[in-house]
């Protein structure tokens, strides 16, 4: 069996399935011209994020019988479109849960205090003593929006840290100990919101104008999911007109994202989709690609 491997991954786990006899070809900075060409001689594929697999990429390889994405979003993969054709495309659902749920809590704890500038104003020789009051997040209520591996990874840590948490989504059943709500009564009465949800037609600027409107003034904002789930200009004016206090986000409507308004502005603080970037997580889901990719051909 002939797997291509197209973005970067650990090398144990390729050394692994070289020893359970899978012919293991990696070319992970192939472009997608390169790819369109040599797709057709693999069983399967490997892929991250930078990898696009697309409908015309799937019609172009005959004999791919599987496709696993190690992480956990399959937007980057025309999944229903390849499953139709009988390939089998399978992710690593639970590698990086807790990283991101790591980076969403660190966020809220760094608006809270605001660290960056504390950081920054030190860096520029200050001591700026009385400037800097900030919250703690202990007694103030999280809201979750959507509670699957990562939403209650994140919930656990927020209730150590002596947070309310309130919970929406309208598709998982949440733990008893988390008090469920609508979307509005989440927003009506959430200090800080995070979002852990898939991007679908649905989610999709499901945070604009109007949301913003029913929150809280004196919200923050954290979205470690994806881009494009809350309306990055509706964030804009609401950080501008003091409703939303901070934003937190490592995800975009377009990655990669340089010099976006939303970084002029002081209360917003972010990372280059970094959310899985932590060395466990990546060891884990080289594991797991290693692990689901042996099952599949044994
Ligand atoms: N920043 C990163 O690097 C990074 C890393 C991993 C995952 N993610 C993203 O985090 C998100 C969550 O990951 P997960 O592992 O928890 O996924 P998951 O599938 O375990 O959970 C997603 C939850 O969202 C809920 N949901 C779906 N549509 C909803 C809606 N319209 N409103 C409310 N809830 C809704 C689902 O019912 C489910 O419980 C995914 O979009 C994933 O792509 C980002």
Known sequence: MKILVCD????????????EGLTVDVRDDITPEELNTVLKDYDGMVVRSRTKVRA???DLAPNLKVIVRGGVGLDTIDAEYARAKGITVLNTPLSSSASVAELAIGYMITLARSSHLTTASMKAGK????????????????GIVGIGNIGKEVA????????EVMVYDPYATAPQNLKRASLDELLANADYITFHLPL??????????????KMKGGVRIINCARGGIVDEDALY????????????????????????????LDQVIGSPH???????AQKRIGAEVADKLIDFYH
Do not use: Y
């Not at 970067?8 to 020893?19: D, G, H, Q, Y």
């Not at 656990?156 to 947070?163: D, I, S």
């Not at 649905?202 to 949301?211: F, Q």
């Open 127 to 142: 001591w700026e003593k009385k400037k800097f009051e900030g919250d703690e997040i202990g007694g103030k209520i999280l």
């Open 8 to 19: 970067p991954m650990e090398s144990s786990a390729i050394k692994r399935m070289r020893a």
């Open 274 to 280: 970094i959310g899985a970037a932590t060395r466990e």
């Open 156 to 163: 656990k840590r927020a209730l150590a840290l002596g947070m």
């Open 237 to 264: 004016d609401a950080l501008v007109s003091g409703k939303v206090a901070g934003a937190a986000l490592d995800v975009f409507a377009q990655e990669p994202c340089q010099g976006h308004k939303l970084f002029s």
């Open 56 to 58: 015309p990429l799937i």
């Open 200 to 213: 679908t037609d649905e989610s999709r600027n499901m945070i604009g104008a109007e949301a913003f409107g």
